[in-house]
């Protein structure tokens, strides 16, 4: 199983010592580090500038928001990346939700699942470069379709004179491959069918099972054109916190858990809580989502069972953290790409180290 780095998102500013931690990742062969955005940092910039002082290491994005950017947008930045990086460049791609949707980018949220496949689409035909670029779909086309009526086409403000366009930089890599964040089961099989890589939040090795399945799904609808299913990459994100504290570690990571199951997203729609539900936390969820709207956040953080921390995160003395690991490297997971400071990376090599045969 490889290791990687989520750097995740900017808080108040930028988070201190991760070119640091980047430049040392990359001299010691972590595989690779992911940055994402919310409605404040971007994720393209951070990943651009920290990785130009790395060699080896692949750079994603975990995740480009999808209403952030047009489809041509976001290829064209993946292009330009993956040129500057010498092909290390991983597009994650994910749709948010309706909050950040709708009350960040101005744009309706409806019907996630077709949006994503016609932006997936045109993102591979700018990526081939086979063709002028041209879509025709419910969210996007390309050229803009103009109204019959003239003048519903000049109060629209479109002259008609669009044409499909070919991406004048030749890419690096026609196939430089795209993973989806999904967390709902017809999403997860929808990046079995189009992408080339998974990008879970809330994996837990208890409902391997299950994914397997639902990527199942997915596979047997996955074009020929594509890469073979065995390529396809699971990359999870999973809180690594090491102490000989158990409690200690745990509490660190209580109130990320309260603020995505109760702070994140409309309470109607929320889809990391769904997540955690489905692992079996229903009455948890309930309780912390009813405490966090009323603001008691830390005492709905206390509430977080050690049970629900130990399926989704790696917590406690290195040895525990070992013993755990094991269970994750009979999972569907190709990455782990650990969320926490240096610290955490440390241990989990460590960890890994302790698992392998030859103990390197």
């Known amino acids: 199983m490889r290791i990687g780095i989520n750097a995740g998102y900017w808080q108040a500013g930028p988070p201190p010592g991760v070119q640091e931690a980047l430049t040392q990742a990359d001299a010691l062969g972590v595989d690779s580090v992911w940055t994402s955005e919310a409605y404040g940092s971007d994720a393209l910039t ?24 047009t489809p041509t947008a976001a290829a064209m930045a993946a292009i330009t990346l993956d040129h500057l990086s010498g092909g290390r460049f991983i597009m994650g791609l994910g749709v948010s939700g309706p909050q950040v949707v709708e009350g960040w980018y101005g744009q309706p949220y409806a019907r996630p699942l077709a949006r994503t496949r016609e932006y997936v689409d045109i993102v591979r035909q700018v990526f081939r470069r086979e063709q002028p670029v041209t879509a025709d779909g419910a969210f996007y086309q390309l050229p803009l379709r103009a109204p019959e009526d003239p003048l519903a086409a000049r109060k629209a403000g479109i002259t008609g004179f669009g044409k499909p366009l070919k991406s004048t930089v030749h890419p690096l890599r026609q196939d430089i491959p795209i993973h989806l964040a ?40 996955r074009s020929s054109d594509l890469s073979p299913a065995s390529e396809f990459e699971v990359s999870a994100t999973v809180p690594v916190i090491a102490s000989d504290d158990l409690d200690r570690a745990a509490d660190a990571i209580r109130p990320f858990l309260a603020l995505y199951i109760g702070g994140m997203g409309a309470r109607e729609a929320n889809f990391h809580r769904s997540a955690v539900e489905r692992l079996g936390y229903v009455e948890v969820c309930e309780d912390v989502a009813d405490l966090y709207a009323r603001g008691e956040k830390e005492k709905a953080a206390s509430i977080i069972p050690l049970e629900l921390i ?41 960890a890994n180290a302790l698992n392998s045969p030859n103990g390197e």
């Open 46 to 69: 951070p990943l651009a500038w920290w990785g130009a002082s790395t060699s080896r290491i692949r750079l994603g994005t975990a995740v480009m928001q999808m209403s952030a950017r």
């Open 182 to 221: 999904a967390e709902g089961p017809k999403n997860i099989a929808l990046a079995a069918e189009i992408c080339d890589g998974w990008l879970p939040l809330f994996y837990s090795p208890k409902l391997d099972g299950e994914f397997r399945e639902l990527l199942e799904d997915g596979f047997s609808r």
């Open 310 to 350: 130990d399926d989704v995160a790696l917590v406690g003395p290195i040895p525990r953290i070992a013993e755990r690991l094991r269970a994750w490297e009979d999972t569907a997971v190709t990455s782990i790409l650990v969320q926490g400071d240096a610290r955490g990376l440390q241990a989990l090599m460590a």
